[in-house]
């Protein structure tokens, strides 16, 4: 067995190989190419450090959202039997599959000012979301949920339910159990779920260009601005996606160490 394990077959080492190049490769181009004597200058730009602190801030208050609104729907998923339970696990994961331009148009169709919700957030309460820092939220929020719901859920059915059980036979109430035991045994995986949501609301780019738009210090986030500098200037473009690369090199990198706990 041991043997079987230390040794690979050519058939399978080879494109193997081939894929980790094709993988890797590309990260190393970029650090290759990377401006690194003019690295320090370029990060302290006024255009870099603004739109690294708008990706932040929207993605951080998008988790906060997808955790609020998440965190129940993955129960209600995993703890509860409902007519159409399928359907809605179905339609919780299309934003995984769906084109982030296609998810932005469909955001506009319900929350522009001529959308099914749009014109009566509007005319009640004053809210315009398209093209706003609020609609970066709801458009990263939109395309992340999906990936905090499936480790919740994941987490939920991994958990031993006698734990719940025995708390709800000694009386304690179904929101007393969620919040001092279920909550507890589930937290690796909402940390975990929301390190991913944190990361993929990071890195959006299709739905809020196309739901928020391009403006700097107002909807310009890190991706939109390394789209606008690769057509101005290319070392601009390299600086910030080297900024995005090392961002999700740590979050790997505290998933695995801490959360995961894998070696």
Not at 94 to 116: D, E, K, N, Q, T
């Amino acid at each position: 067995m041991n043997r079987l394990r230390s040794r690979a077959p050519l058939a399978l080492a080879i494109p193997a190989v081939a894929g980790l190049a094709f993988l890797v490769l590309p990260l190393a181009g970029l650090l290759i190419t990377a401006p690194w004597s003019t690295l320090p200058q370029r990060l302290t730009e006024p255009g870099v450090l603004t739109a690294l602190r708008l990706s932040l801030l929207t993605a951080s208050l998008a988790t906060v959202v997808c955790l609020l609104l998440g965190v129940p729907l993955a129960w209600l998923l995993a703890r509860t039997t409902f007519p159409g339970r399928r359907l809605v696990r179905a339609l919780v994961t299309v934003p995984l599959v769906l084109p982030p331009v296609v998810g932005g148009v469909a955001l506009l169709l319900v929350f522009g000012r001529r959308g099914l919700l749009g014109g009566w957030l509007e005319a009640t309460f004053g809210v315009t979301l398209p093209f706003t820092t609020a609609g970066v939220v709801v458009a990263e929020a939109f395309v992340a949920m999906p990936f905090l719901v499936i480790s919740v859920e994941g987490a939920l059915r991994a958990a031993d339910a006698r734990y719940e059980e025995a708390a709800a036979t000694l009386g304690a109430g179904r929101w007393t159990v969620f919040r001092r035991v279920t909550l507890p045994l589930i937290a690796p995986g909402v940390a975990a779920g929301a390190v991913l949501c944190w990361a993929r609301a990071l890195g959006e780019f299709g739905a809020t260009i196309t739901f928020a738009g391009n403006f700097p210090g107002r909807t310009q986030t890190m991706p939109l601005a390394v789209y606008l500098a690769l057509e101005q200037d290319l070392d601009a473009a390299i600086v910030l996606s080297l900024v995005l690369l090392a961002v999700s090199v740590l979050i790997l990198a505290g998933l695995r160490d801490r959360w995961l706990g894998t070696s």
